[in-house]
């Protein structure tokens, strides 16, 4: 598989949503749930599963992954906004939750309002790869394609509004070519299908697409006691700074922030300005 490596940046977002607690001190005192809002195998699933691992140890209590993808990450985080407020369900989100609001009418929740953020994670570069089988070397052989031959040139991103999806629009746009985007549920499908040959081009973060290279082919209810808050990010700090956690994320591509509850409220606010204007510019739709 060919890697062309872009400036872009895709971040992965940790929020806890927590109900009213005695004290934030007796959590957990049972299973926690960990929703990863995308399917088995993509870059939200494995950070989720890097995260439970290490609350299990550092709690003793068992923390449990359970992947509710589709619509572009909002059924998993509208689970989170809907389940009950017992302090017992967690979500970890992508690029698309800021961009969700934008996109989905009707959205079920309120992205700012009924969610209390925990952590940004970090980000991680973006990267667009070939098939293996491919003809193209670099993005301009690519863009070169699409321009000898418009609409014949299709390129598949983990889901409609995604940064992956923002991305090729607007490059589409300003080099006035015709590339065709193939959203899917998540990034284990779209590598699943890339790698097969079904899609000839992959837009994904550098996490996701780095082990298929190499290899040749967390937001909670706006209720939430500022205590759990607390007391969730010092657990998920904790597991940052351990070597072995921070070398697995690290090695895949991600660029480690650990930044609080207010550096993740701003990071999503800027987002969804940031973006808004690509979805405009771009005339993009909830489908597209």
Do not use: C
């Amino acid at each position: 598989m060919s890697l062309f490596r872009i400036l872009l940046r895709a971040v992965l977002v940790a929020a806890a949503f927590f109900p009213p607690l005695a004290l934030a001190q007796q959590w957990p005192a049972k299973p926690v749930r960990i929703i990863s809002v995308f399917p088995p195998g993509g870059s939200v699933d494995q950070v989720a599963r890097v995260f439970a691992n290490e609350l299990q140890q550092q709690t003793g209590q068992l923390f449990i992954v359970e992947n509710r993808g589709g619509a572009s990450g909002s059924i998993g985080t509208q689970a989170v906004a809907s389940a009950a407020p017992d302090g017992y369900t967690f979500g970890v989100v992508f690029d698309t939750h800021a961009v969700n609001p934008l996109l989905i009418p009707g959205l079920p929740y309120d992205t700012l309002k009924d969610l209390a953020p925990v952590m940004l994670v970090g980000t991680s570069p973006m990267a667009i790869v070939a098939n293996a089988k491919q003809p193209y070397k670099d993005f301009a052989e690519v863009i070169a394609a699409a321009r000898a031959k418009p609409g014949t040139i299709s390129i598949g991103s983990i889901g409609t509004g995604s940064l992956g999806h923002l991305a090729v629009a607007q490059i589409a746009r300003s080099e006035k070519i015709d590339i065709t985007h193939v959203p899917y549920r998540g990034g284990g499908p779209l590598m699943i299908d890339v790698v097969g040959g079904q899609v000839p081009l992959a837009i994904g973060s550098v996490f996701l697409v780095n082990p298929h290279v190499k290899g040749g082919k967390l937001r909670a209810p706006a209720k939430t006691p500022q205590p759990v808050i607390e007391r969730m990010y010092e657990e998920l700090s904790k597991a940052l700074k351990k070597p072995a956690v921070a070398q697995r994320l690290s090695e895949q591509g991600i660029e480690i922030v650990g930044g609080g509850p207010e550096e993740l409220d701003r990071f999503v606010r800027g987002e969804m300005a940031r973006w808004a204007v690509v979805v405009k510019e771009n005339g993009i739709k909830a489908g597209d």
